[in-house]
């Protein structure tokens, strides 16, 4: 059996491979210690405890970009499994038993919650160790940024010293190539495109999405580009390039995650 093994794709940032759903990143914090950030499918956590046992070193977070099924459906046993603390936006967070929880549903859209519904078995509720509400430094060099508008508690996570952020999807890539997601996707289309415009001013050299292949180089400036463009009518949405992106989005809930050459 071939076991997966984590692609350093950046010094102090790995790509975790065999994962469903959203990409699962792995980085490092000034301190050395090591953060995942999202989870995936819960289906995911073997092939995640597996590279992380090559690296033989301690997880000390598990950072969560928001709260849906497909970037944490796998938070709840990973917290369990190492140990390491989770972090998330207080605004995908709820209270139960005298603590803060993790909301994980599908998606947004009504079509999405329902063949869910039927196709996906619902997540184990994680506990969350730090709900952030504010920027906040949530271990050495790491910064948590509040990003609402895709889910209420969208997080991107800034690393100067790696000039890199992981931004969930606040943007798809498409080999590189920016987007932003459907205005059906969002909790708050307004408020997402605020957060998008205030995060790109900031934006580093290298971002890291929750879908498609990360920016190596350039991401700042494709970030505020993107941000200035206005928002097409409903029709536009259901041009066929979108429809051929949207197929190609589809299939990283169905196949698992093989090695990609980032742009």
Do not use: K
């Not at 009518?233 to 090695?259: C, D, K, Q």
């Amino acid at each position: 059996m071939n076991l997966p093994t984590p692609e350093l794709v950046r010094p102090g940032v790995w790509w975790l491979h065999s994962t469903r759903g959203a990409n699962v990143y792995l980085l490092e914090a000034d301190d050395g210690s090591l953060a995942l950030v999202d989870t995936g499918f819960p289906q995911s956590t073997p092939a995640i405890l597996a590279q992380l046992a090559q690296l033989q070193r301690p997880l000390a977070a598990i950072l969560i970009t928001h709260r849906h099924f497909d970037h944490a459906g796998g938070a709840a046993t990973l917290r369990r499994q190492t140990g390491a603390r989770v972090v998330a936006g207080r605004g995908d967070c709820r209270p139960r038993d005298g603590r803060l929880e993790l909301r994980t549903p599908v998606g947004r859209s009504h079509i999405a919650r329902l063949l869910g519904s039927f196709l996906l078995p619902r997540p184990e509720p994680a506990p969350v160790d730090v709900a952030v509400e504010a920027q906040t430094e949530v271990l050495p060099g790491v910064l948590a940024i509040p990003t609402p508008g895709h889910t209420p508690g969208s997080l991107c996570f800034l690393v100067p010293r790696l000039n890199a952020a992981f931004v969930g999807d606040l943007v798809i890539s498409h080999g590189g190539t920016l987007t932003r997601p459907l205005r059906m996707a969002n909790a708050d289309d307004h408020c997402y495109l605020q957060s998008l415009a205030t995060f790109a001013a900031i934006a580093p050299q290298a971002g890291f999405p929750g879908h498609g292949t990360p920016v190596l180089d350039g991401f700042g400036e494709q970030l505020r580009q993107l941000a200035a463009l206005p928002r097409r009518n409903g029709a536009a949405a259901f041009a066929p390039e979108r429809l051929i992106r949207l197929a190609s989005f589809a299939r990283g809930f169905t196949r698992a995650r093989r090695p990609r050459h980032p742009g």
